[in-house]
């Protein structure tokens, strides 16, 4: 049957002193050393079931919620039954009644709870538990601190036994002193561990702080951290942008955002489900703040570096010409920026409807000229963004513009963007080809899709686009081309699509038809209509110079 003892009230029985003292000594020796507070609870586990002949001995501690008791330490139990009673079948301590077990008594009540065989108490609801590890008597007697239960320390027996009063007593004597040795471990062991977390600490600050003294970038602050955490760390801006694009971002990670000027720039990602420890939380917290200063000294520089180039592109495009001394400056100014604008130069201007995020745009761009060769020169000019582009030739710089755009509205800085591409020249043709240019994006302003404009050949009509008039352009070219335009689309025929290949061939119509899979004949009608309904003659070199500007003026405008 179950019954409570209270120490108290039994006499002390008389063990070997010797024995007893020797067993206690034991217990305080390795409280003083190293060992973790389970080695500990196993030795005391061991010493009693040598002191008083149990089979084996368990030693339980409550978890962290105080939820349920679970063995810590042990002596002649399986591992295997340890980890199973731990993990599936733990001791609660809000069970009560019949369902409740011995040692949750003890814990809760502060009382020895003995059981000298549990073969004569059949309603024993842990029996099964008894059958499997093969005890049939036990005692439990409360680990008791400072007026407080820490725990509970068990002894076992395969066969039934009857727990006099002596033994009562010479348990719970042993059980105080274990309480005590416990107390004095755990506290060794959370100095211990405070002085880890110290050392630790330490070791974070020194390898970060040197990274960043190194100027090792972002990147070597990830890698620092990687290497500290053991896991792979990636770090990315919070508009997109890997800032350590060695590592492959993974689904499953820890997050932590990077601060600066009370907002969140980016993100410091931690791979792996398993939750970090607050050691590794700081570590984490503390290259935030390196991460931080580094986007820092990195915007700063980028400022720096984006006011010089603007500088410069300012005066590329204003410069005087036919000052040799003055051009030869510039030159001078932009090879010693990192740019050789001695040679071939195209000129690329974009533009978007958002003009709140230029700063946004111009850090797209220079992450995209960062993979260029020759790196392309880039910067906001009158709220567009000018690049200079010393390509070989103009198709490559008209296919720079093209991937330009498409990733600034891929990344979503911008819902679209129009482009502008003037045809290949010297540092000394600038000014022109950018006013040629404005024009153009003047004159597409209407655009709402990505697009690029490709001003290839260099030719009179071009100096209507230089004109700071777009509406006037555009009613030039209406006034020439609207019955045109408005017969095309009532009709759904191609006179202005057949007028630019017949331009395009020069005049040849034959050439024209084969390039249209038309009969000749077609053609001239085509033309003759055109002529009908503008009362141009293209044989007249006034009337072609007439239409071929109001043709390039309606292509940049997209008139329909």
Known sequence: MLAFMSAKTHPVGDPTLERWLHALAGIGEAVGGDAPVSQLLDRVARTACTLLGYDFCAVFLPDDARAALT???????????IAQVNADRP???????????????????????????IELVPEFSWGGVAHEQGYRALISVPLRRAGAIVGALNGYRTGPHSFDAAEVSLVTTLATQVAIALGTAQLRAQEQATIRELRRAEEVHGLLMATALRGEGVAGV???????????????????????PTVTPVDDHWESGVVLDGTVVARIQVAGEHVLSALDVRAVEHAAVVTALELLRARTAAEVEQR???????????????????????????????WDLSGSQTLITIRWPEAERAERILSITDRFAADTAPRPLAALYRGDLVVVCSSESHSEAADLAGRLVGTLSASGAAEFAVAAVSATGTVTDLPDAYRTLCGAMNLASDTQSTTVIDMADVTIDHLL?????????RAFARAVL?????????????????????????LDRRATANALHLHPNTVAQRIRRLEELTGLQLSRPRDLLRLTSALTVAQVAALR
């Open 482 to 506: 609207g019955p045109v335009l408005d017969y095309d689309r009532s009709r759904q025929t191609q006179l202005i699509h057949t007028a630019r290949v017949h331009l395009e061939h020069s």
């Open 308 to 338: 010089l180039r603007g500088s410069l592109l300012a005066d590329l495009l204003t410069a005087d010409v036919t000052d040799a001394l003055a051009t030869s400056s510039l030159l001078e100014r932009a090879r010693r920026l990192g």
């Open 465 to 473: 686009l230089q004109l700071d008039d777009p509406q006037r352009l």
């Open 222 to 244: 990830a890698d620092a951290l990687a290497e500290l955490l053991g896991r792979a760390v990636l770090i990315d801006e919070v508009h997109g942008g890997e800032l350590s």
């Open 91 to 117: 001791i609660l301590l809000d069970v009560d009644g019949e369902q409740e077990a011995p040692t949750s008594i003890a814990f809760r009540t502060g009382e020895v709870v003995t059981l000298e065989d």
């Open 71 to 81: 063995i810590v330490g042990s002596h002649g139990l399986s591992g295997d039954y």
